[in-house]
């Protein structure tokens, strides 16, 4: 079998859009069987997720998270992506780890604002200035094109670079008052404490968070999944996995009830809005599945497989 090797070259032919409605595609296949492992040392993590959805194939992507190449100058994620036929188990393709990542984050994060963020949506605020929020600049602006940008980050020379990226964008010194006149807030820090408040919330608001992928981090605190509807892109992938929803389940904030859907109830329209006033609240997990979906589609596109 011959193996398509997939560069980041490849992106210029991708379309947010296109790739939101693959990944709800997948979501009507059968369920995926995913298998994680986690590796810790300190701050540093390796994680491998591997999914199988039949009919679609295999993948197994590693990545390597560590913070501290940051101030080294260099990536702090790297890994590999791998995947796999459905018929017969062989190898068909290996793309470009930083392509999958980038395009499965952001796509997780848009295809859950498609559905649960107000389509008239005029200000979209993003936290934090790292790589995922550019790459959410990108994916927010396909599908919210009139949208005003703001920025806010800790260390606003940050904040700064990127909204020098995107005309028009905008940086913001007060983060309790740019979420107050938000109507999507989307989260991507490597916090391992809540910066978002409920009580910065405005009714009608979307929250996206993205950040916090172990379980000892979480980006919002009690009060904004006391106020919003919540939901998140796969159970299996967050509860018992991230801070994010396991510490307030833990604490008796939540119940395992007030997870309202994910991705896999897209097709019985209970991933949705009901009302145009009602706060809601998505936790990105990630997941295998998702990049398996994704580089899916990534190779269809490419090599038409």
């Keep these: 079998m011959k193996v398509t090797i997939v560069g980041p070259e490849a992106e210029v032919r991708l379309d947010w859009l296109a790739l939101t409605d693959a990944l709800e595609a997948g979501h009507r296949l059968a369920r995926a069987e995913i298998g994680d492992t986690f590796l810790y040392r300190r701050d540093d993590t390796a994680l491998s997720r591997s999914a199988w959805i039949d009919g679609m194939g295999l993948l197994v992507k590693t990545a ?20 796999y036929s459905d018929a017969d188990g062989g190898l068909e393709a290996i793309l470009d780890f930083h392509l999958v990542t ?16 107000r389509p008239d949506s005029g200000t979209i605020l993003i936290v934090g200035a790292g790589t995922v929020a550019r790459s959410l600049r990108e994916a927010y602006g396909a599908a919210f094109p009139q949208a005003r940008f703001v920025v806010w980050n800790r260390t606003r020379a940050s904040a700064e670079r990127l909204a020098a990226e995107f005309e028009g964008m905008e940086v913001a010194t007060d983060l309790g008052a740019a979420v107050g006149a938000a109507d999507i807030v989307t989260c991507a820090t490597m916090s391992t404490d809540p910066v978002l408040r409920g009580e910065w919330l405005k009714p009608g608001t979307h929250v996206d968070l993205i950040g916090a992928y172990r379980p000892d981090m979480r980006e919002a605190d009690d009060d904004v999944l006391r106020r919003g509807r919540l939901f998140v892109d796969a159970r299996h992938t967050t509860v018992g996995h991230i801070g994010e929803v396991q510490i307030p389940l833990e604490a008796g904030t939540i119940r395992k009830d007030d997870i309202l859907a994910d991705f896999y109830d897209l097709p019985d329209g209970r991933f949705a809005r009901r009302s145009a006033d009602e706060i809601t609240v998505f936790k990105n997990g990630g997941g295998a599945h998702l990049d398996l979906m994704c580089a899916r589609h990534i190779l269809k596109v490419v090599a038409g497989a």
């Design 64 to 83: 390597t998270i560590f913070p501290g190449n940051a101030a080294r100058g260099a990536p702090t994620i790297n890994g590999g992506v791998s995947l």
């Design 102 to 117: 980038k395009w499965k984050t952001a796509g997780d994060s848009l295809l859950a604002a498609r559905k649960l963020a």
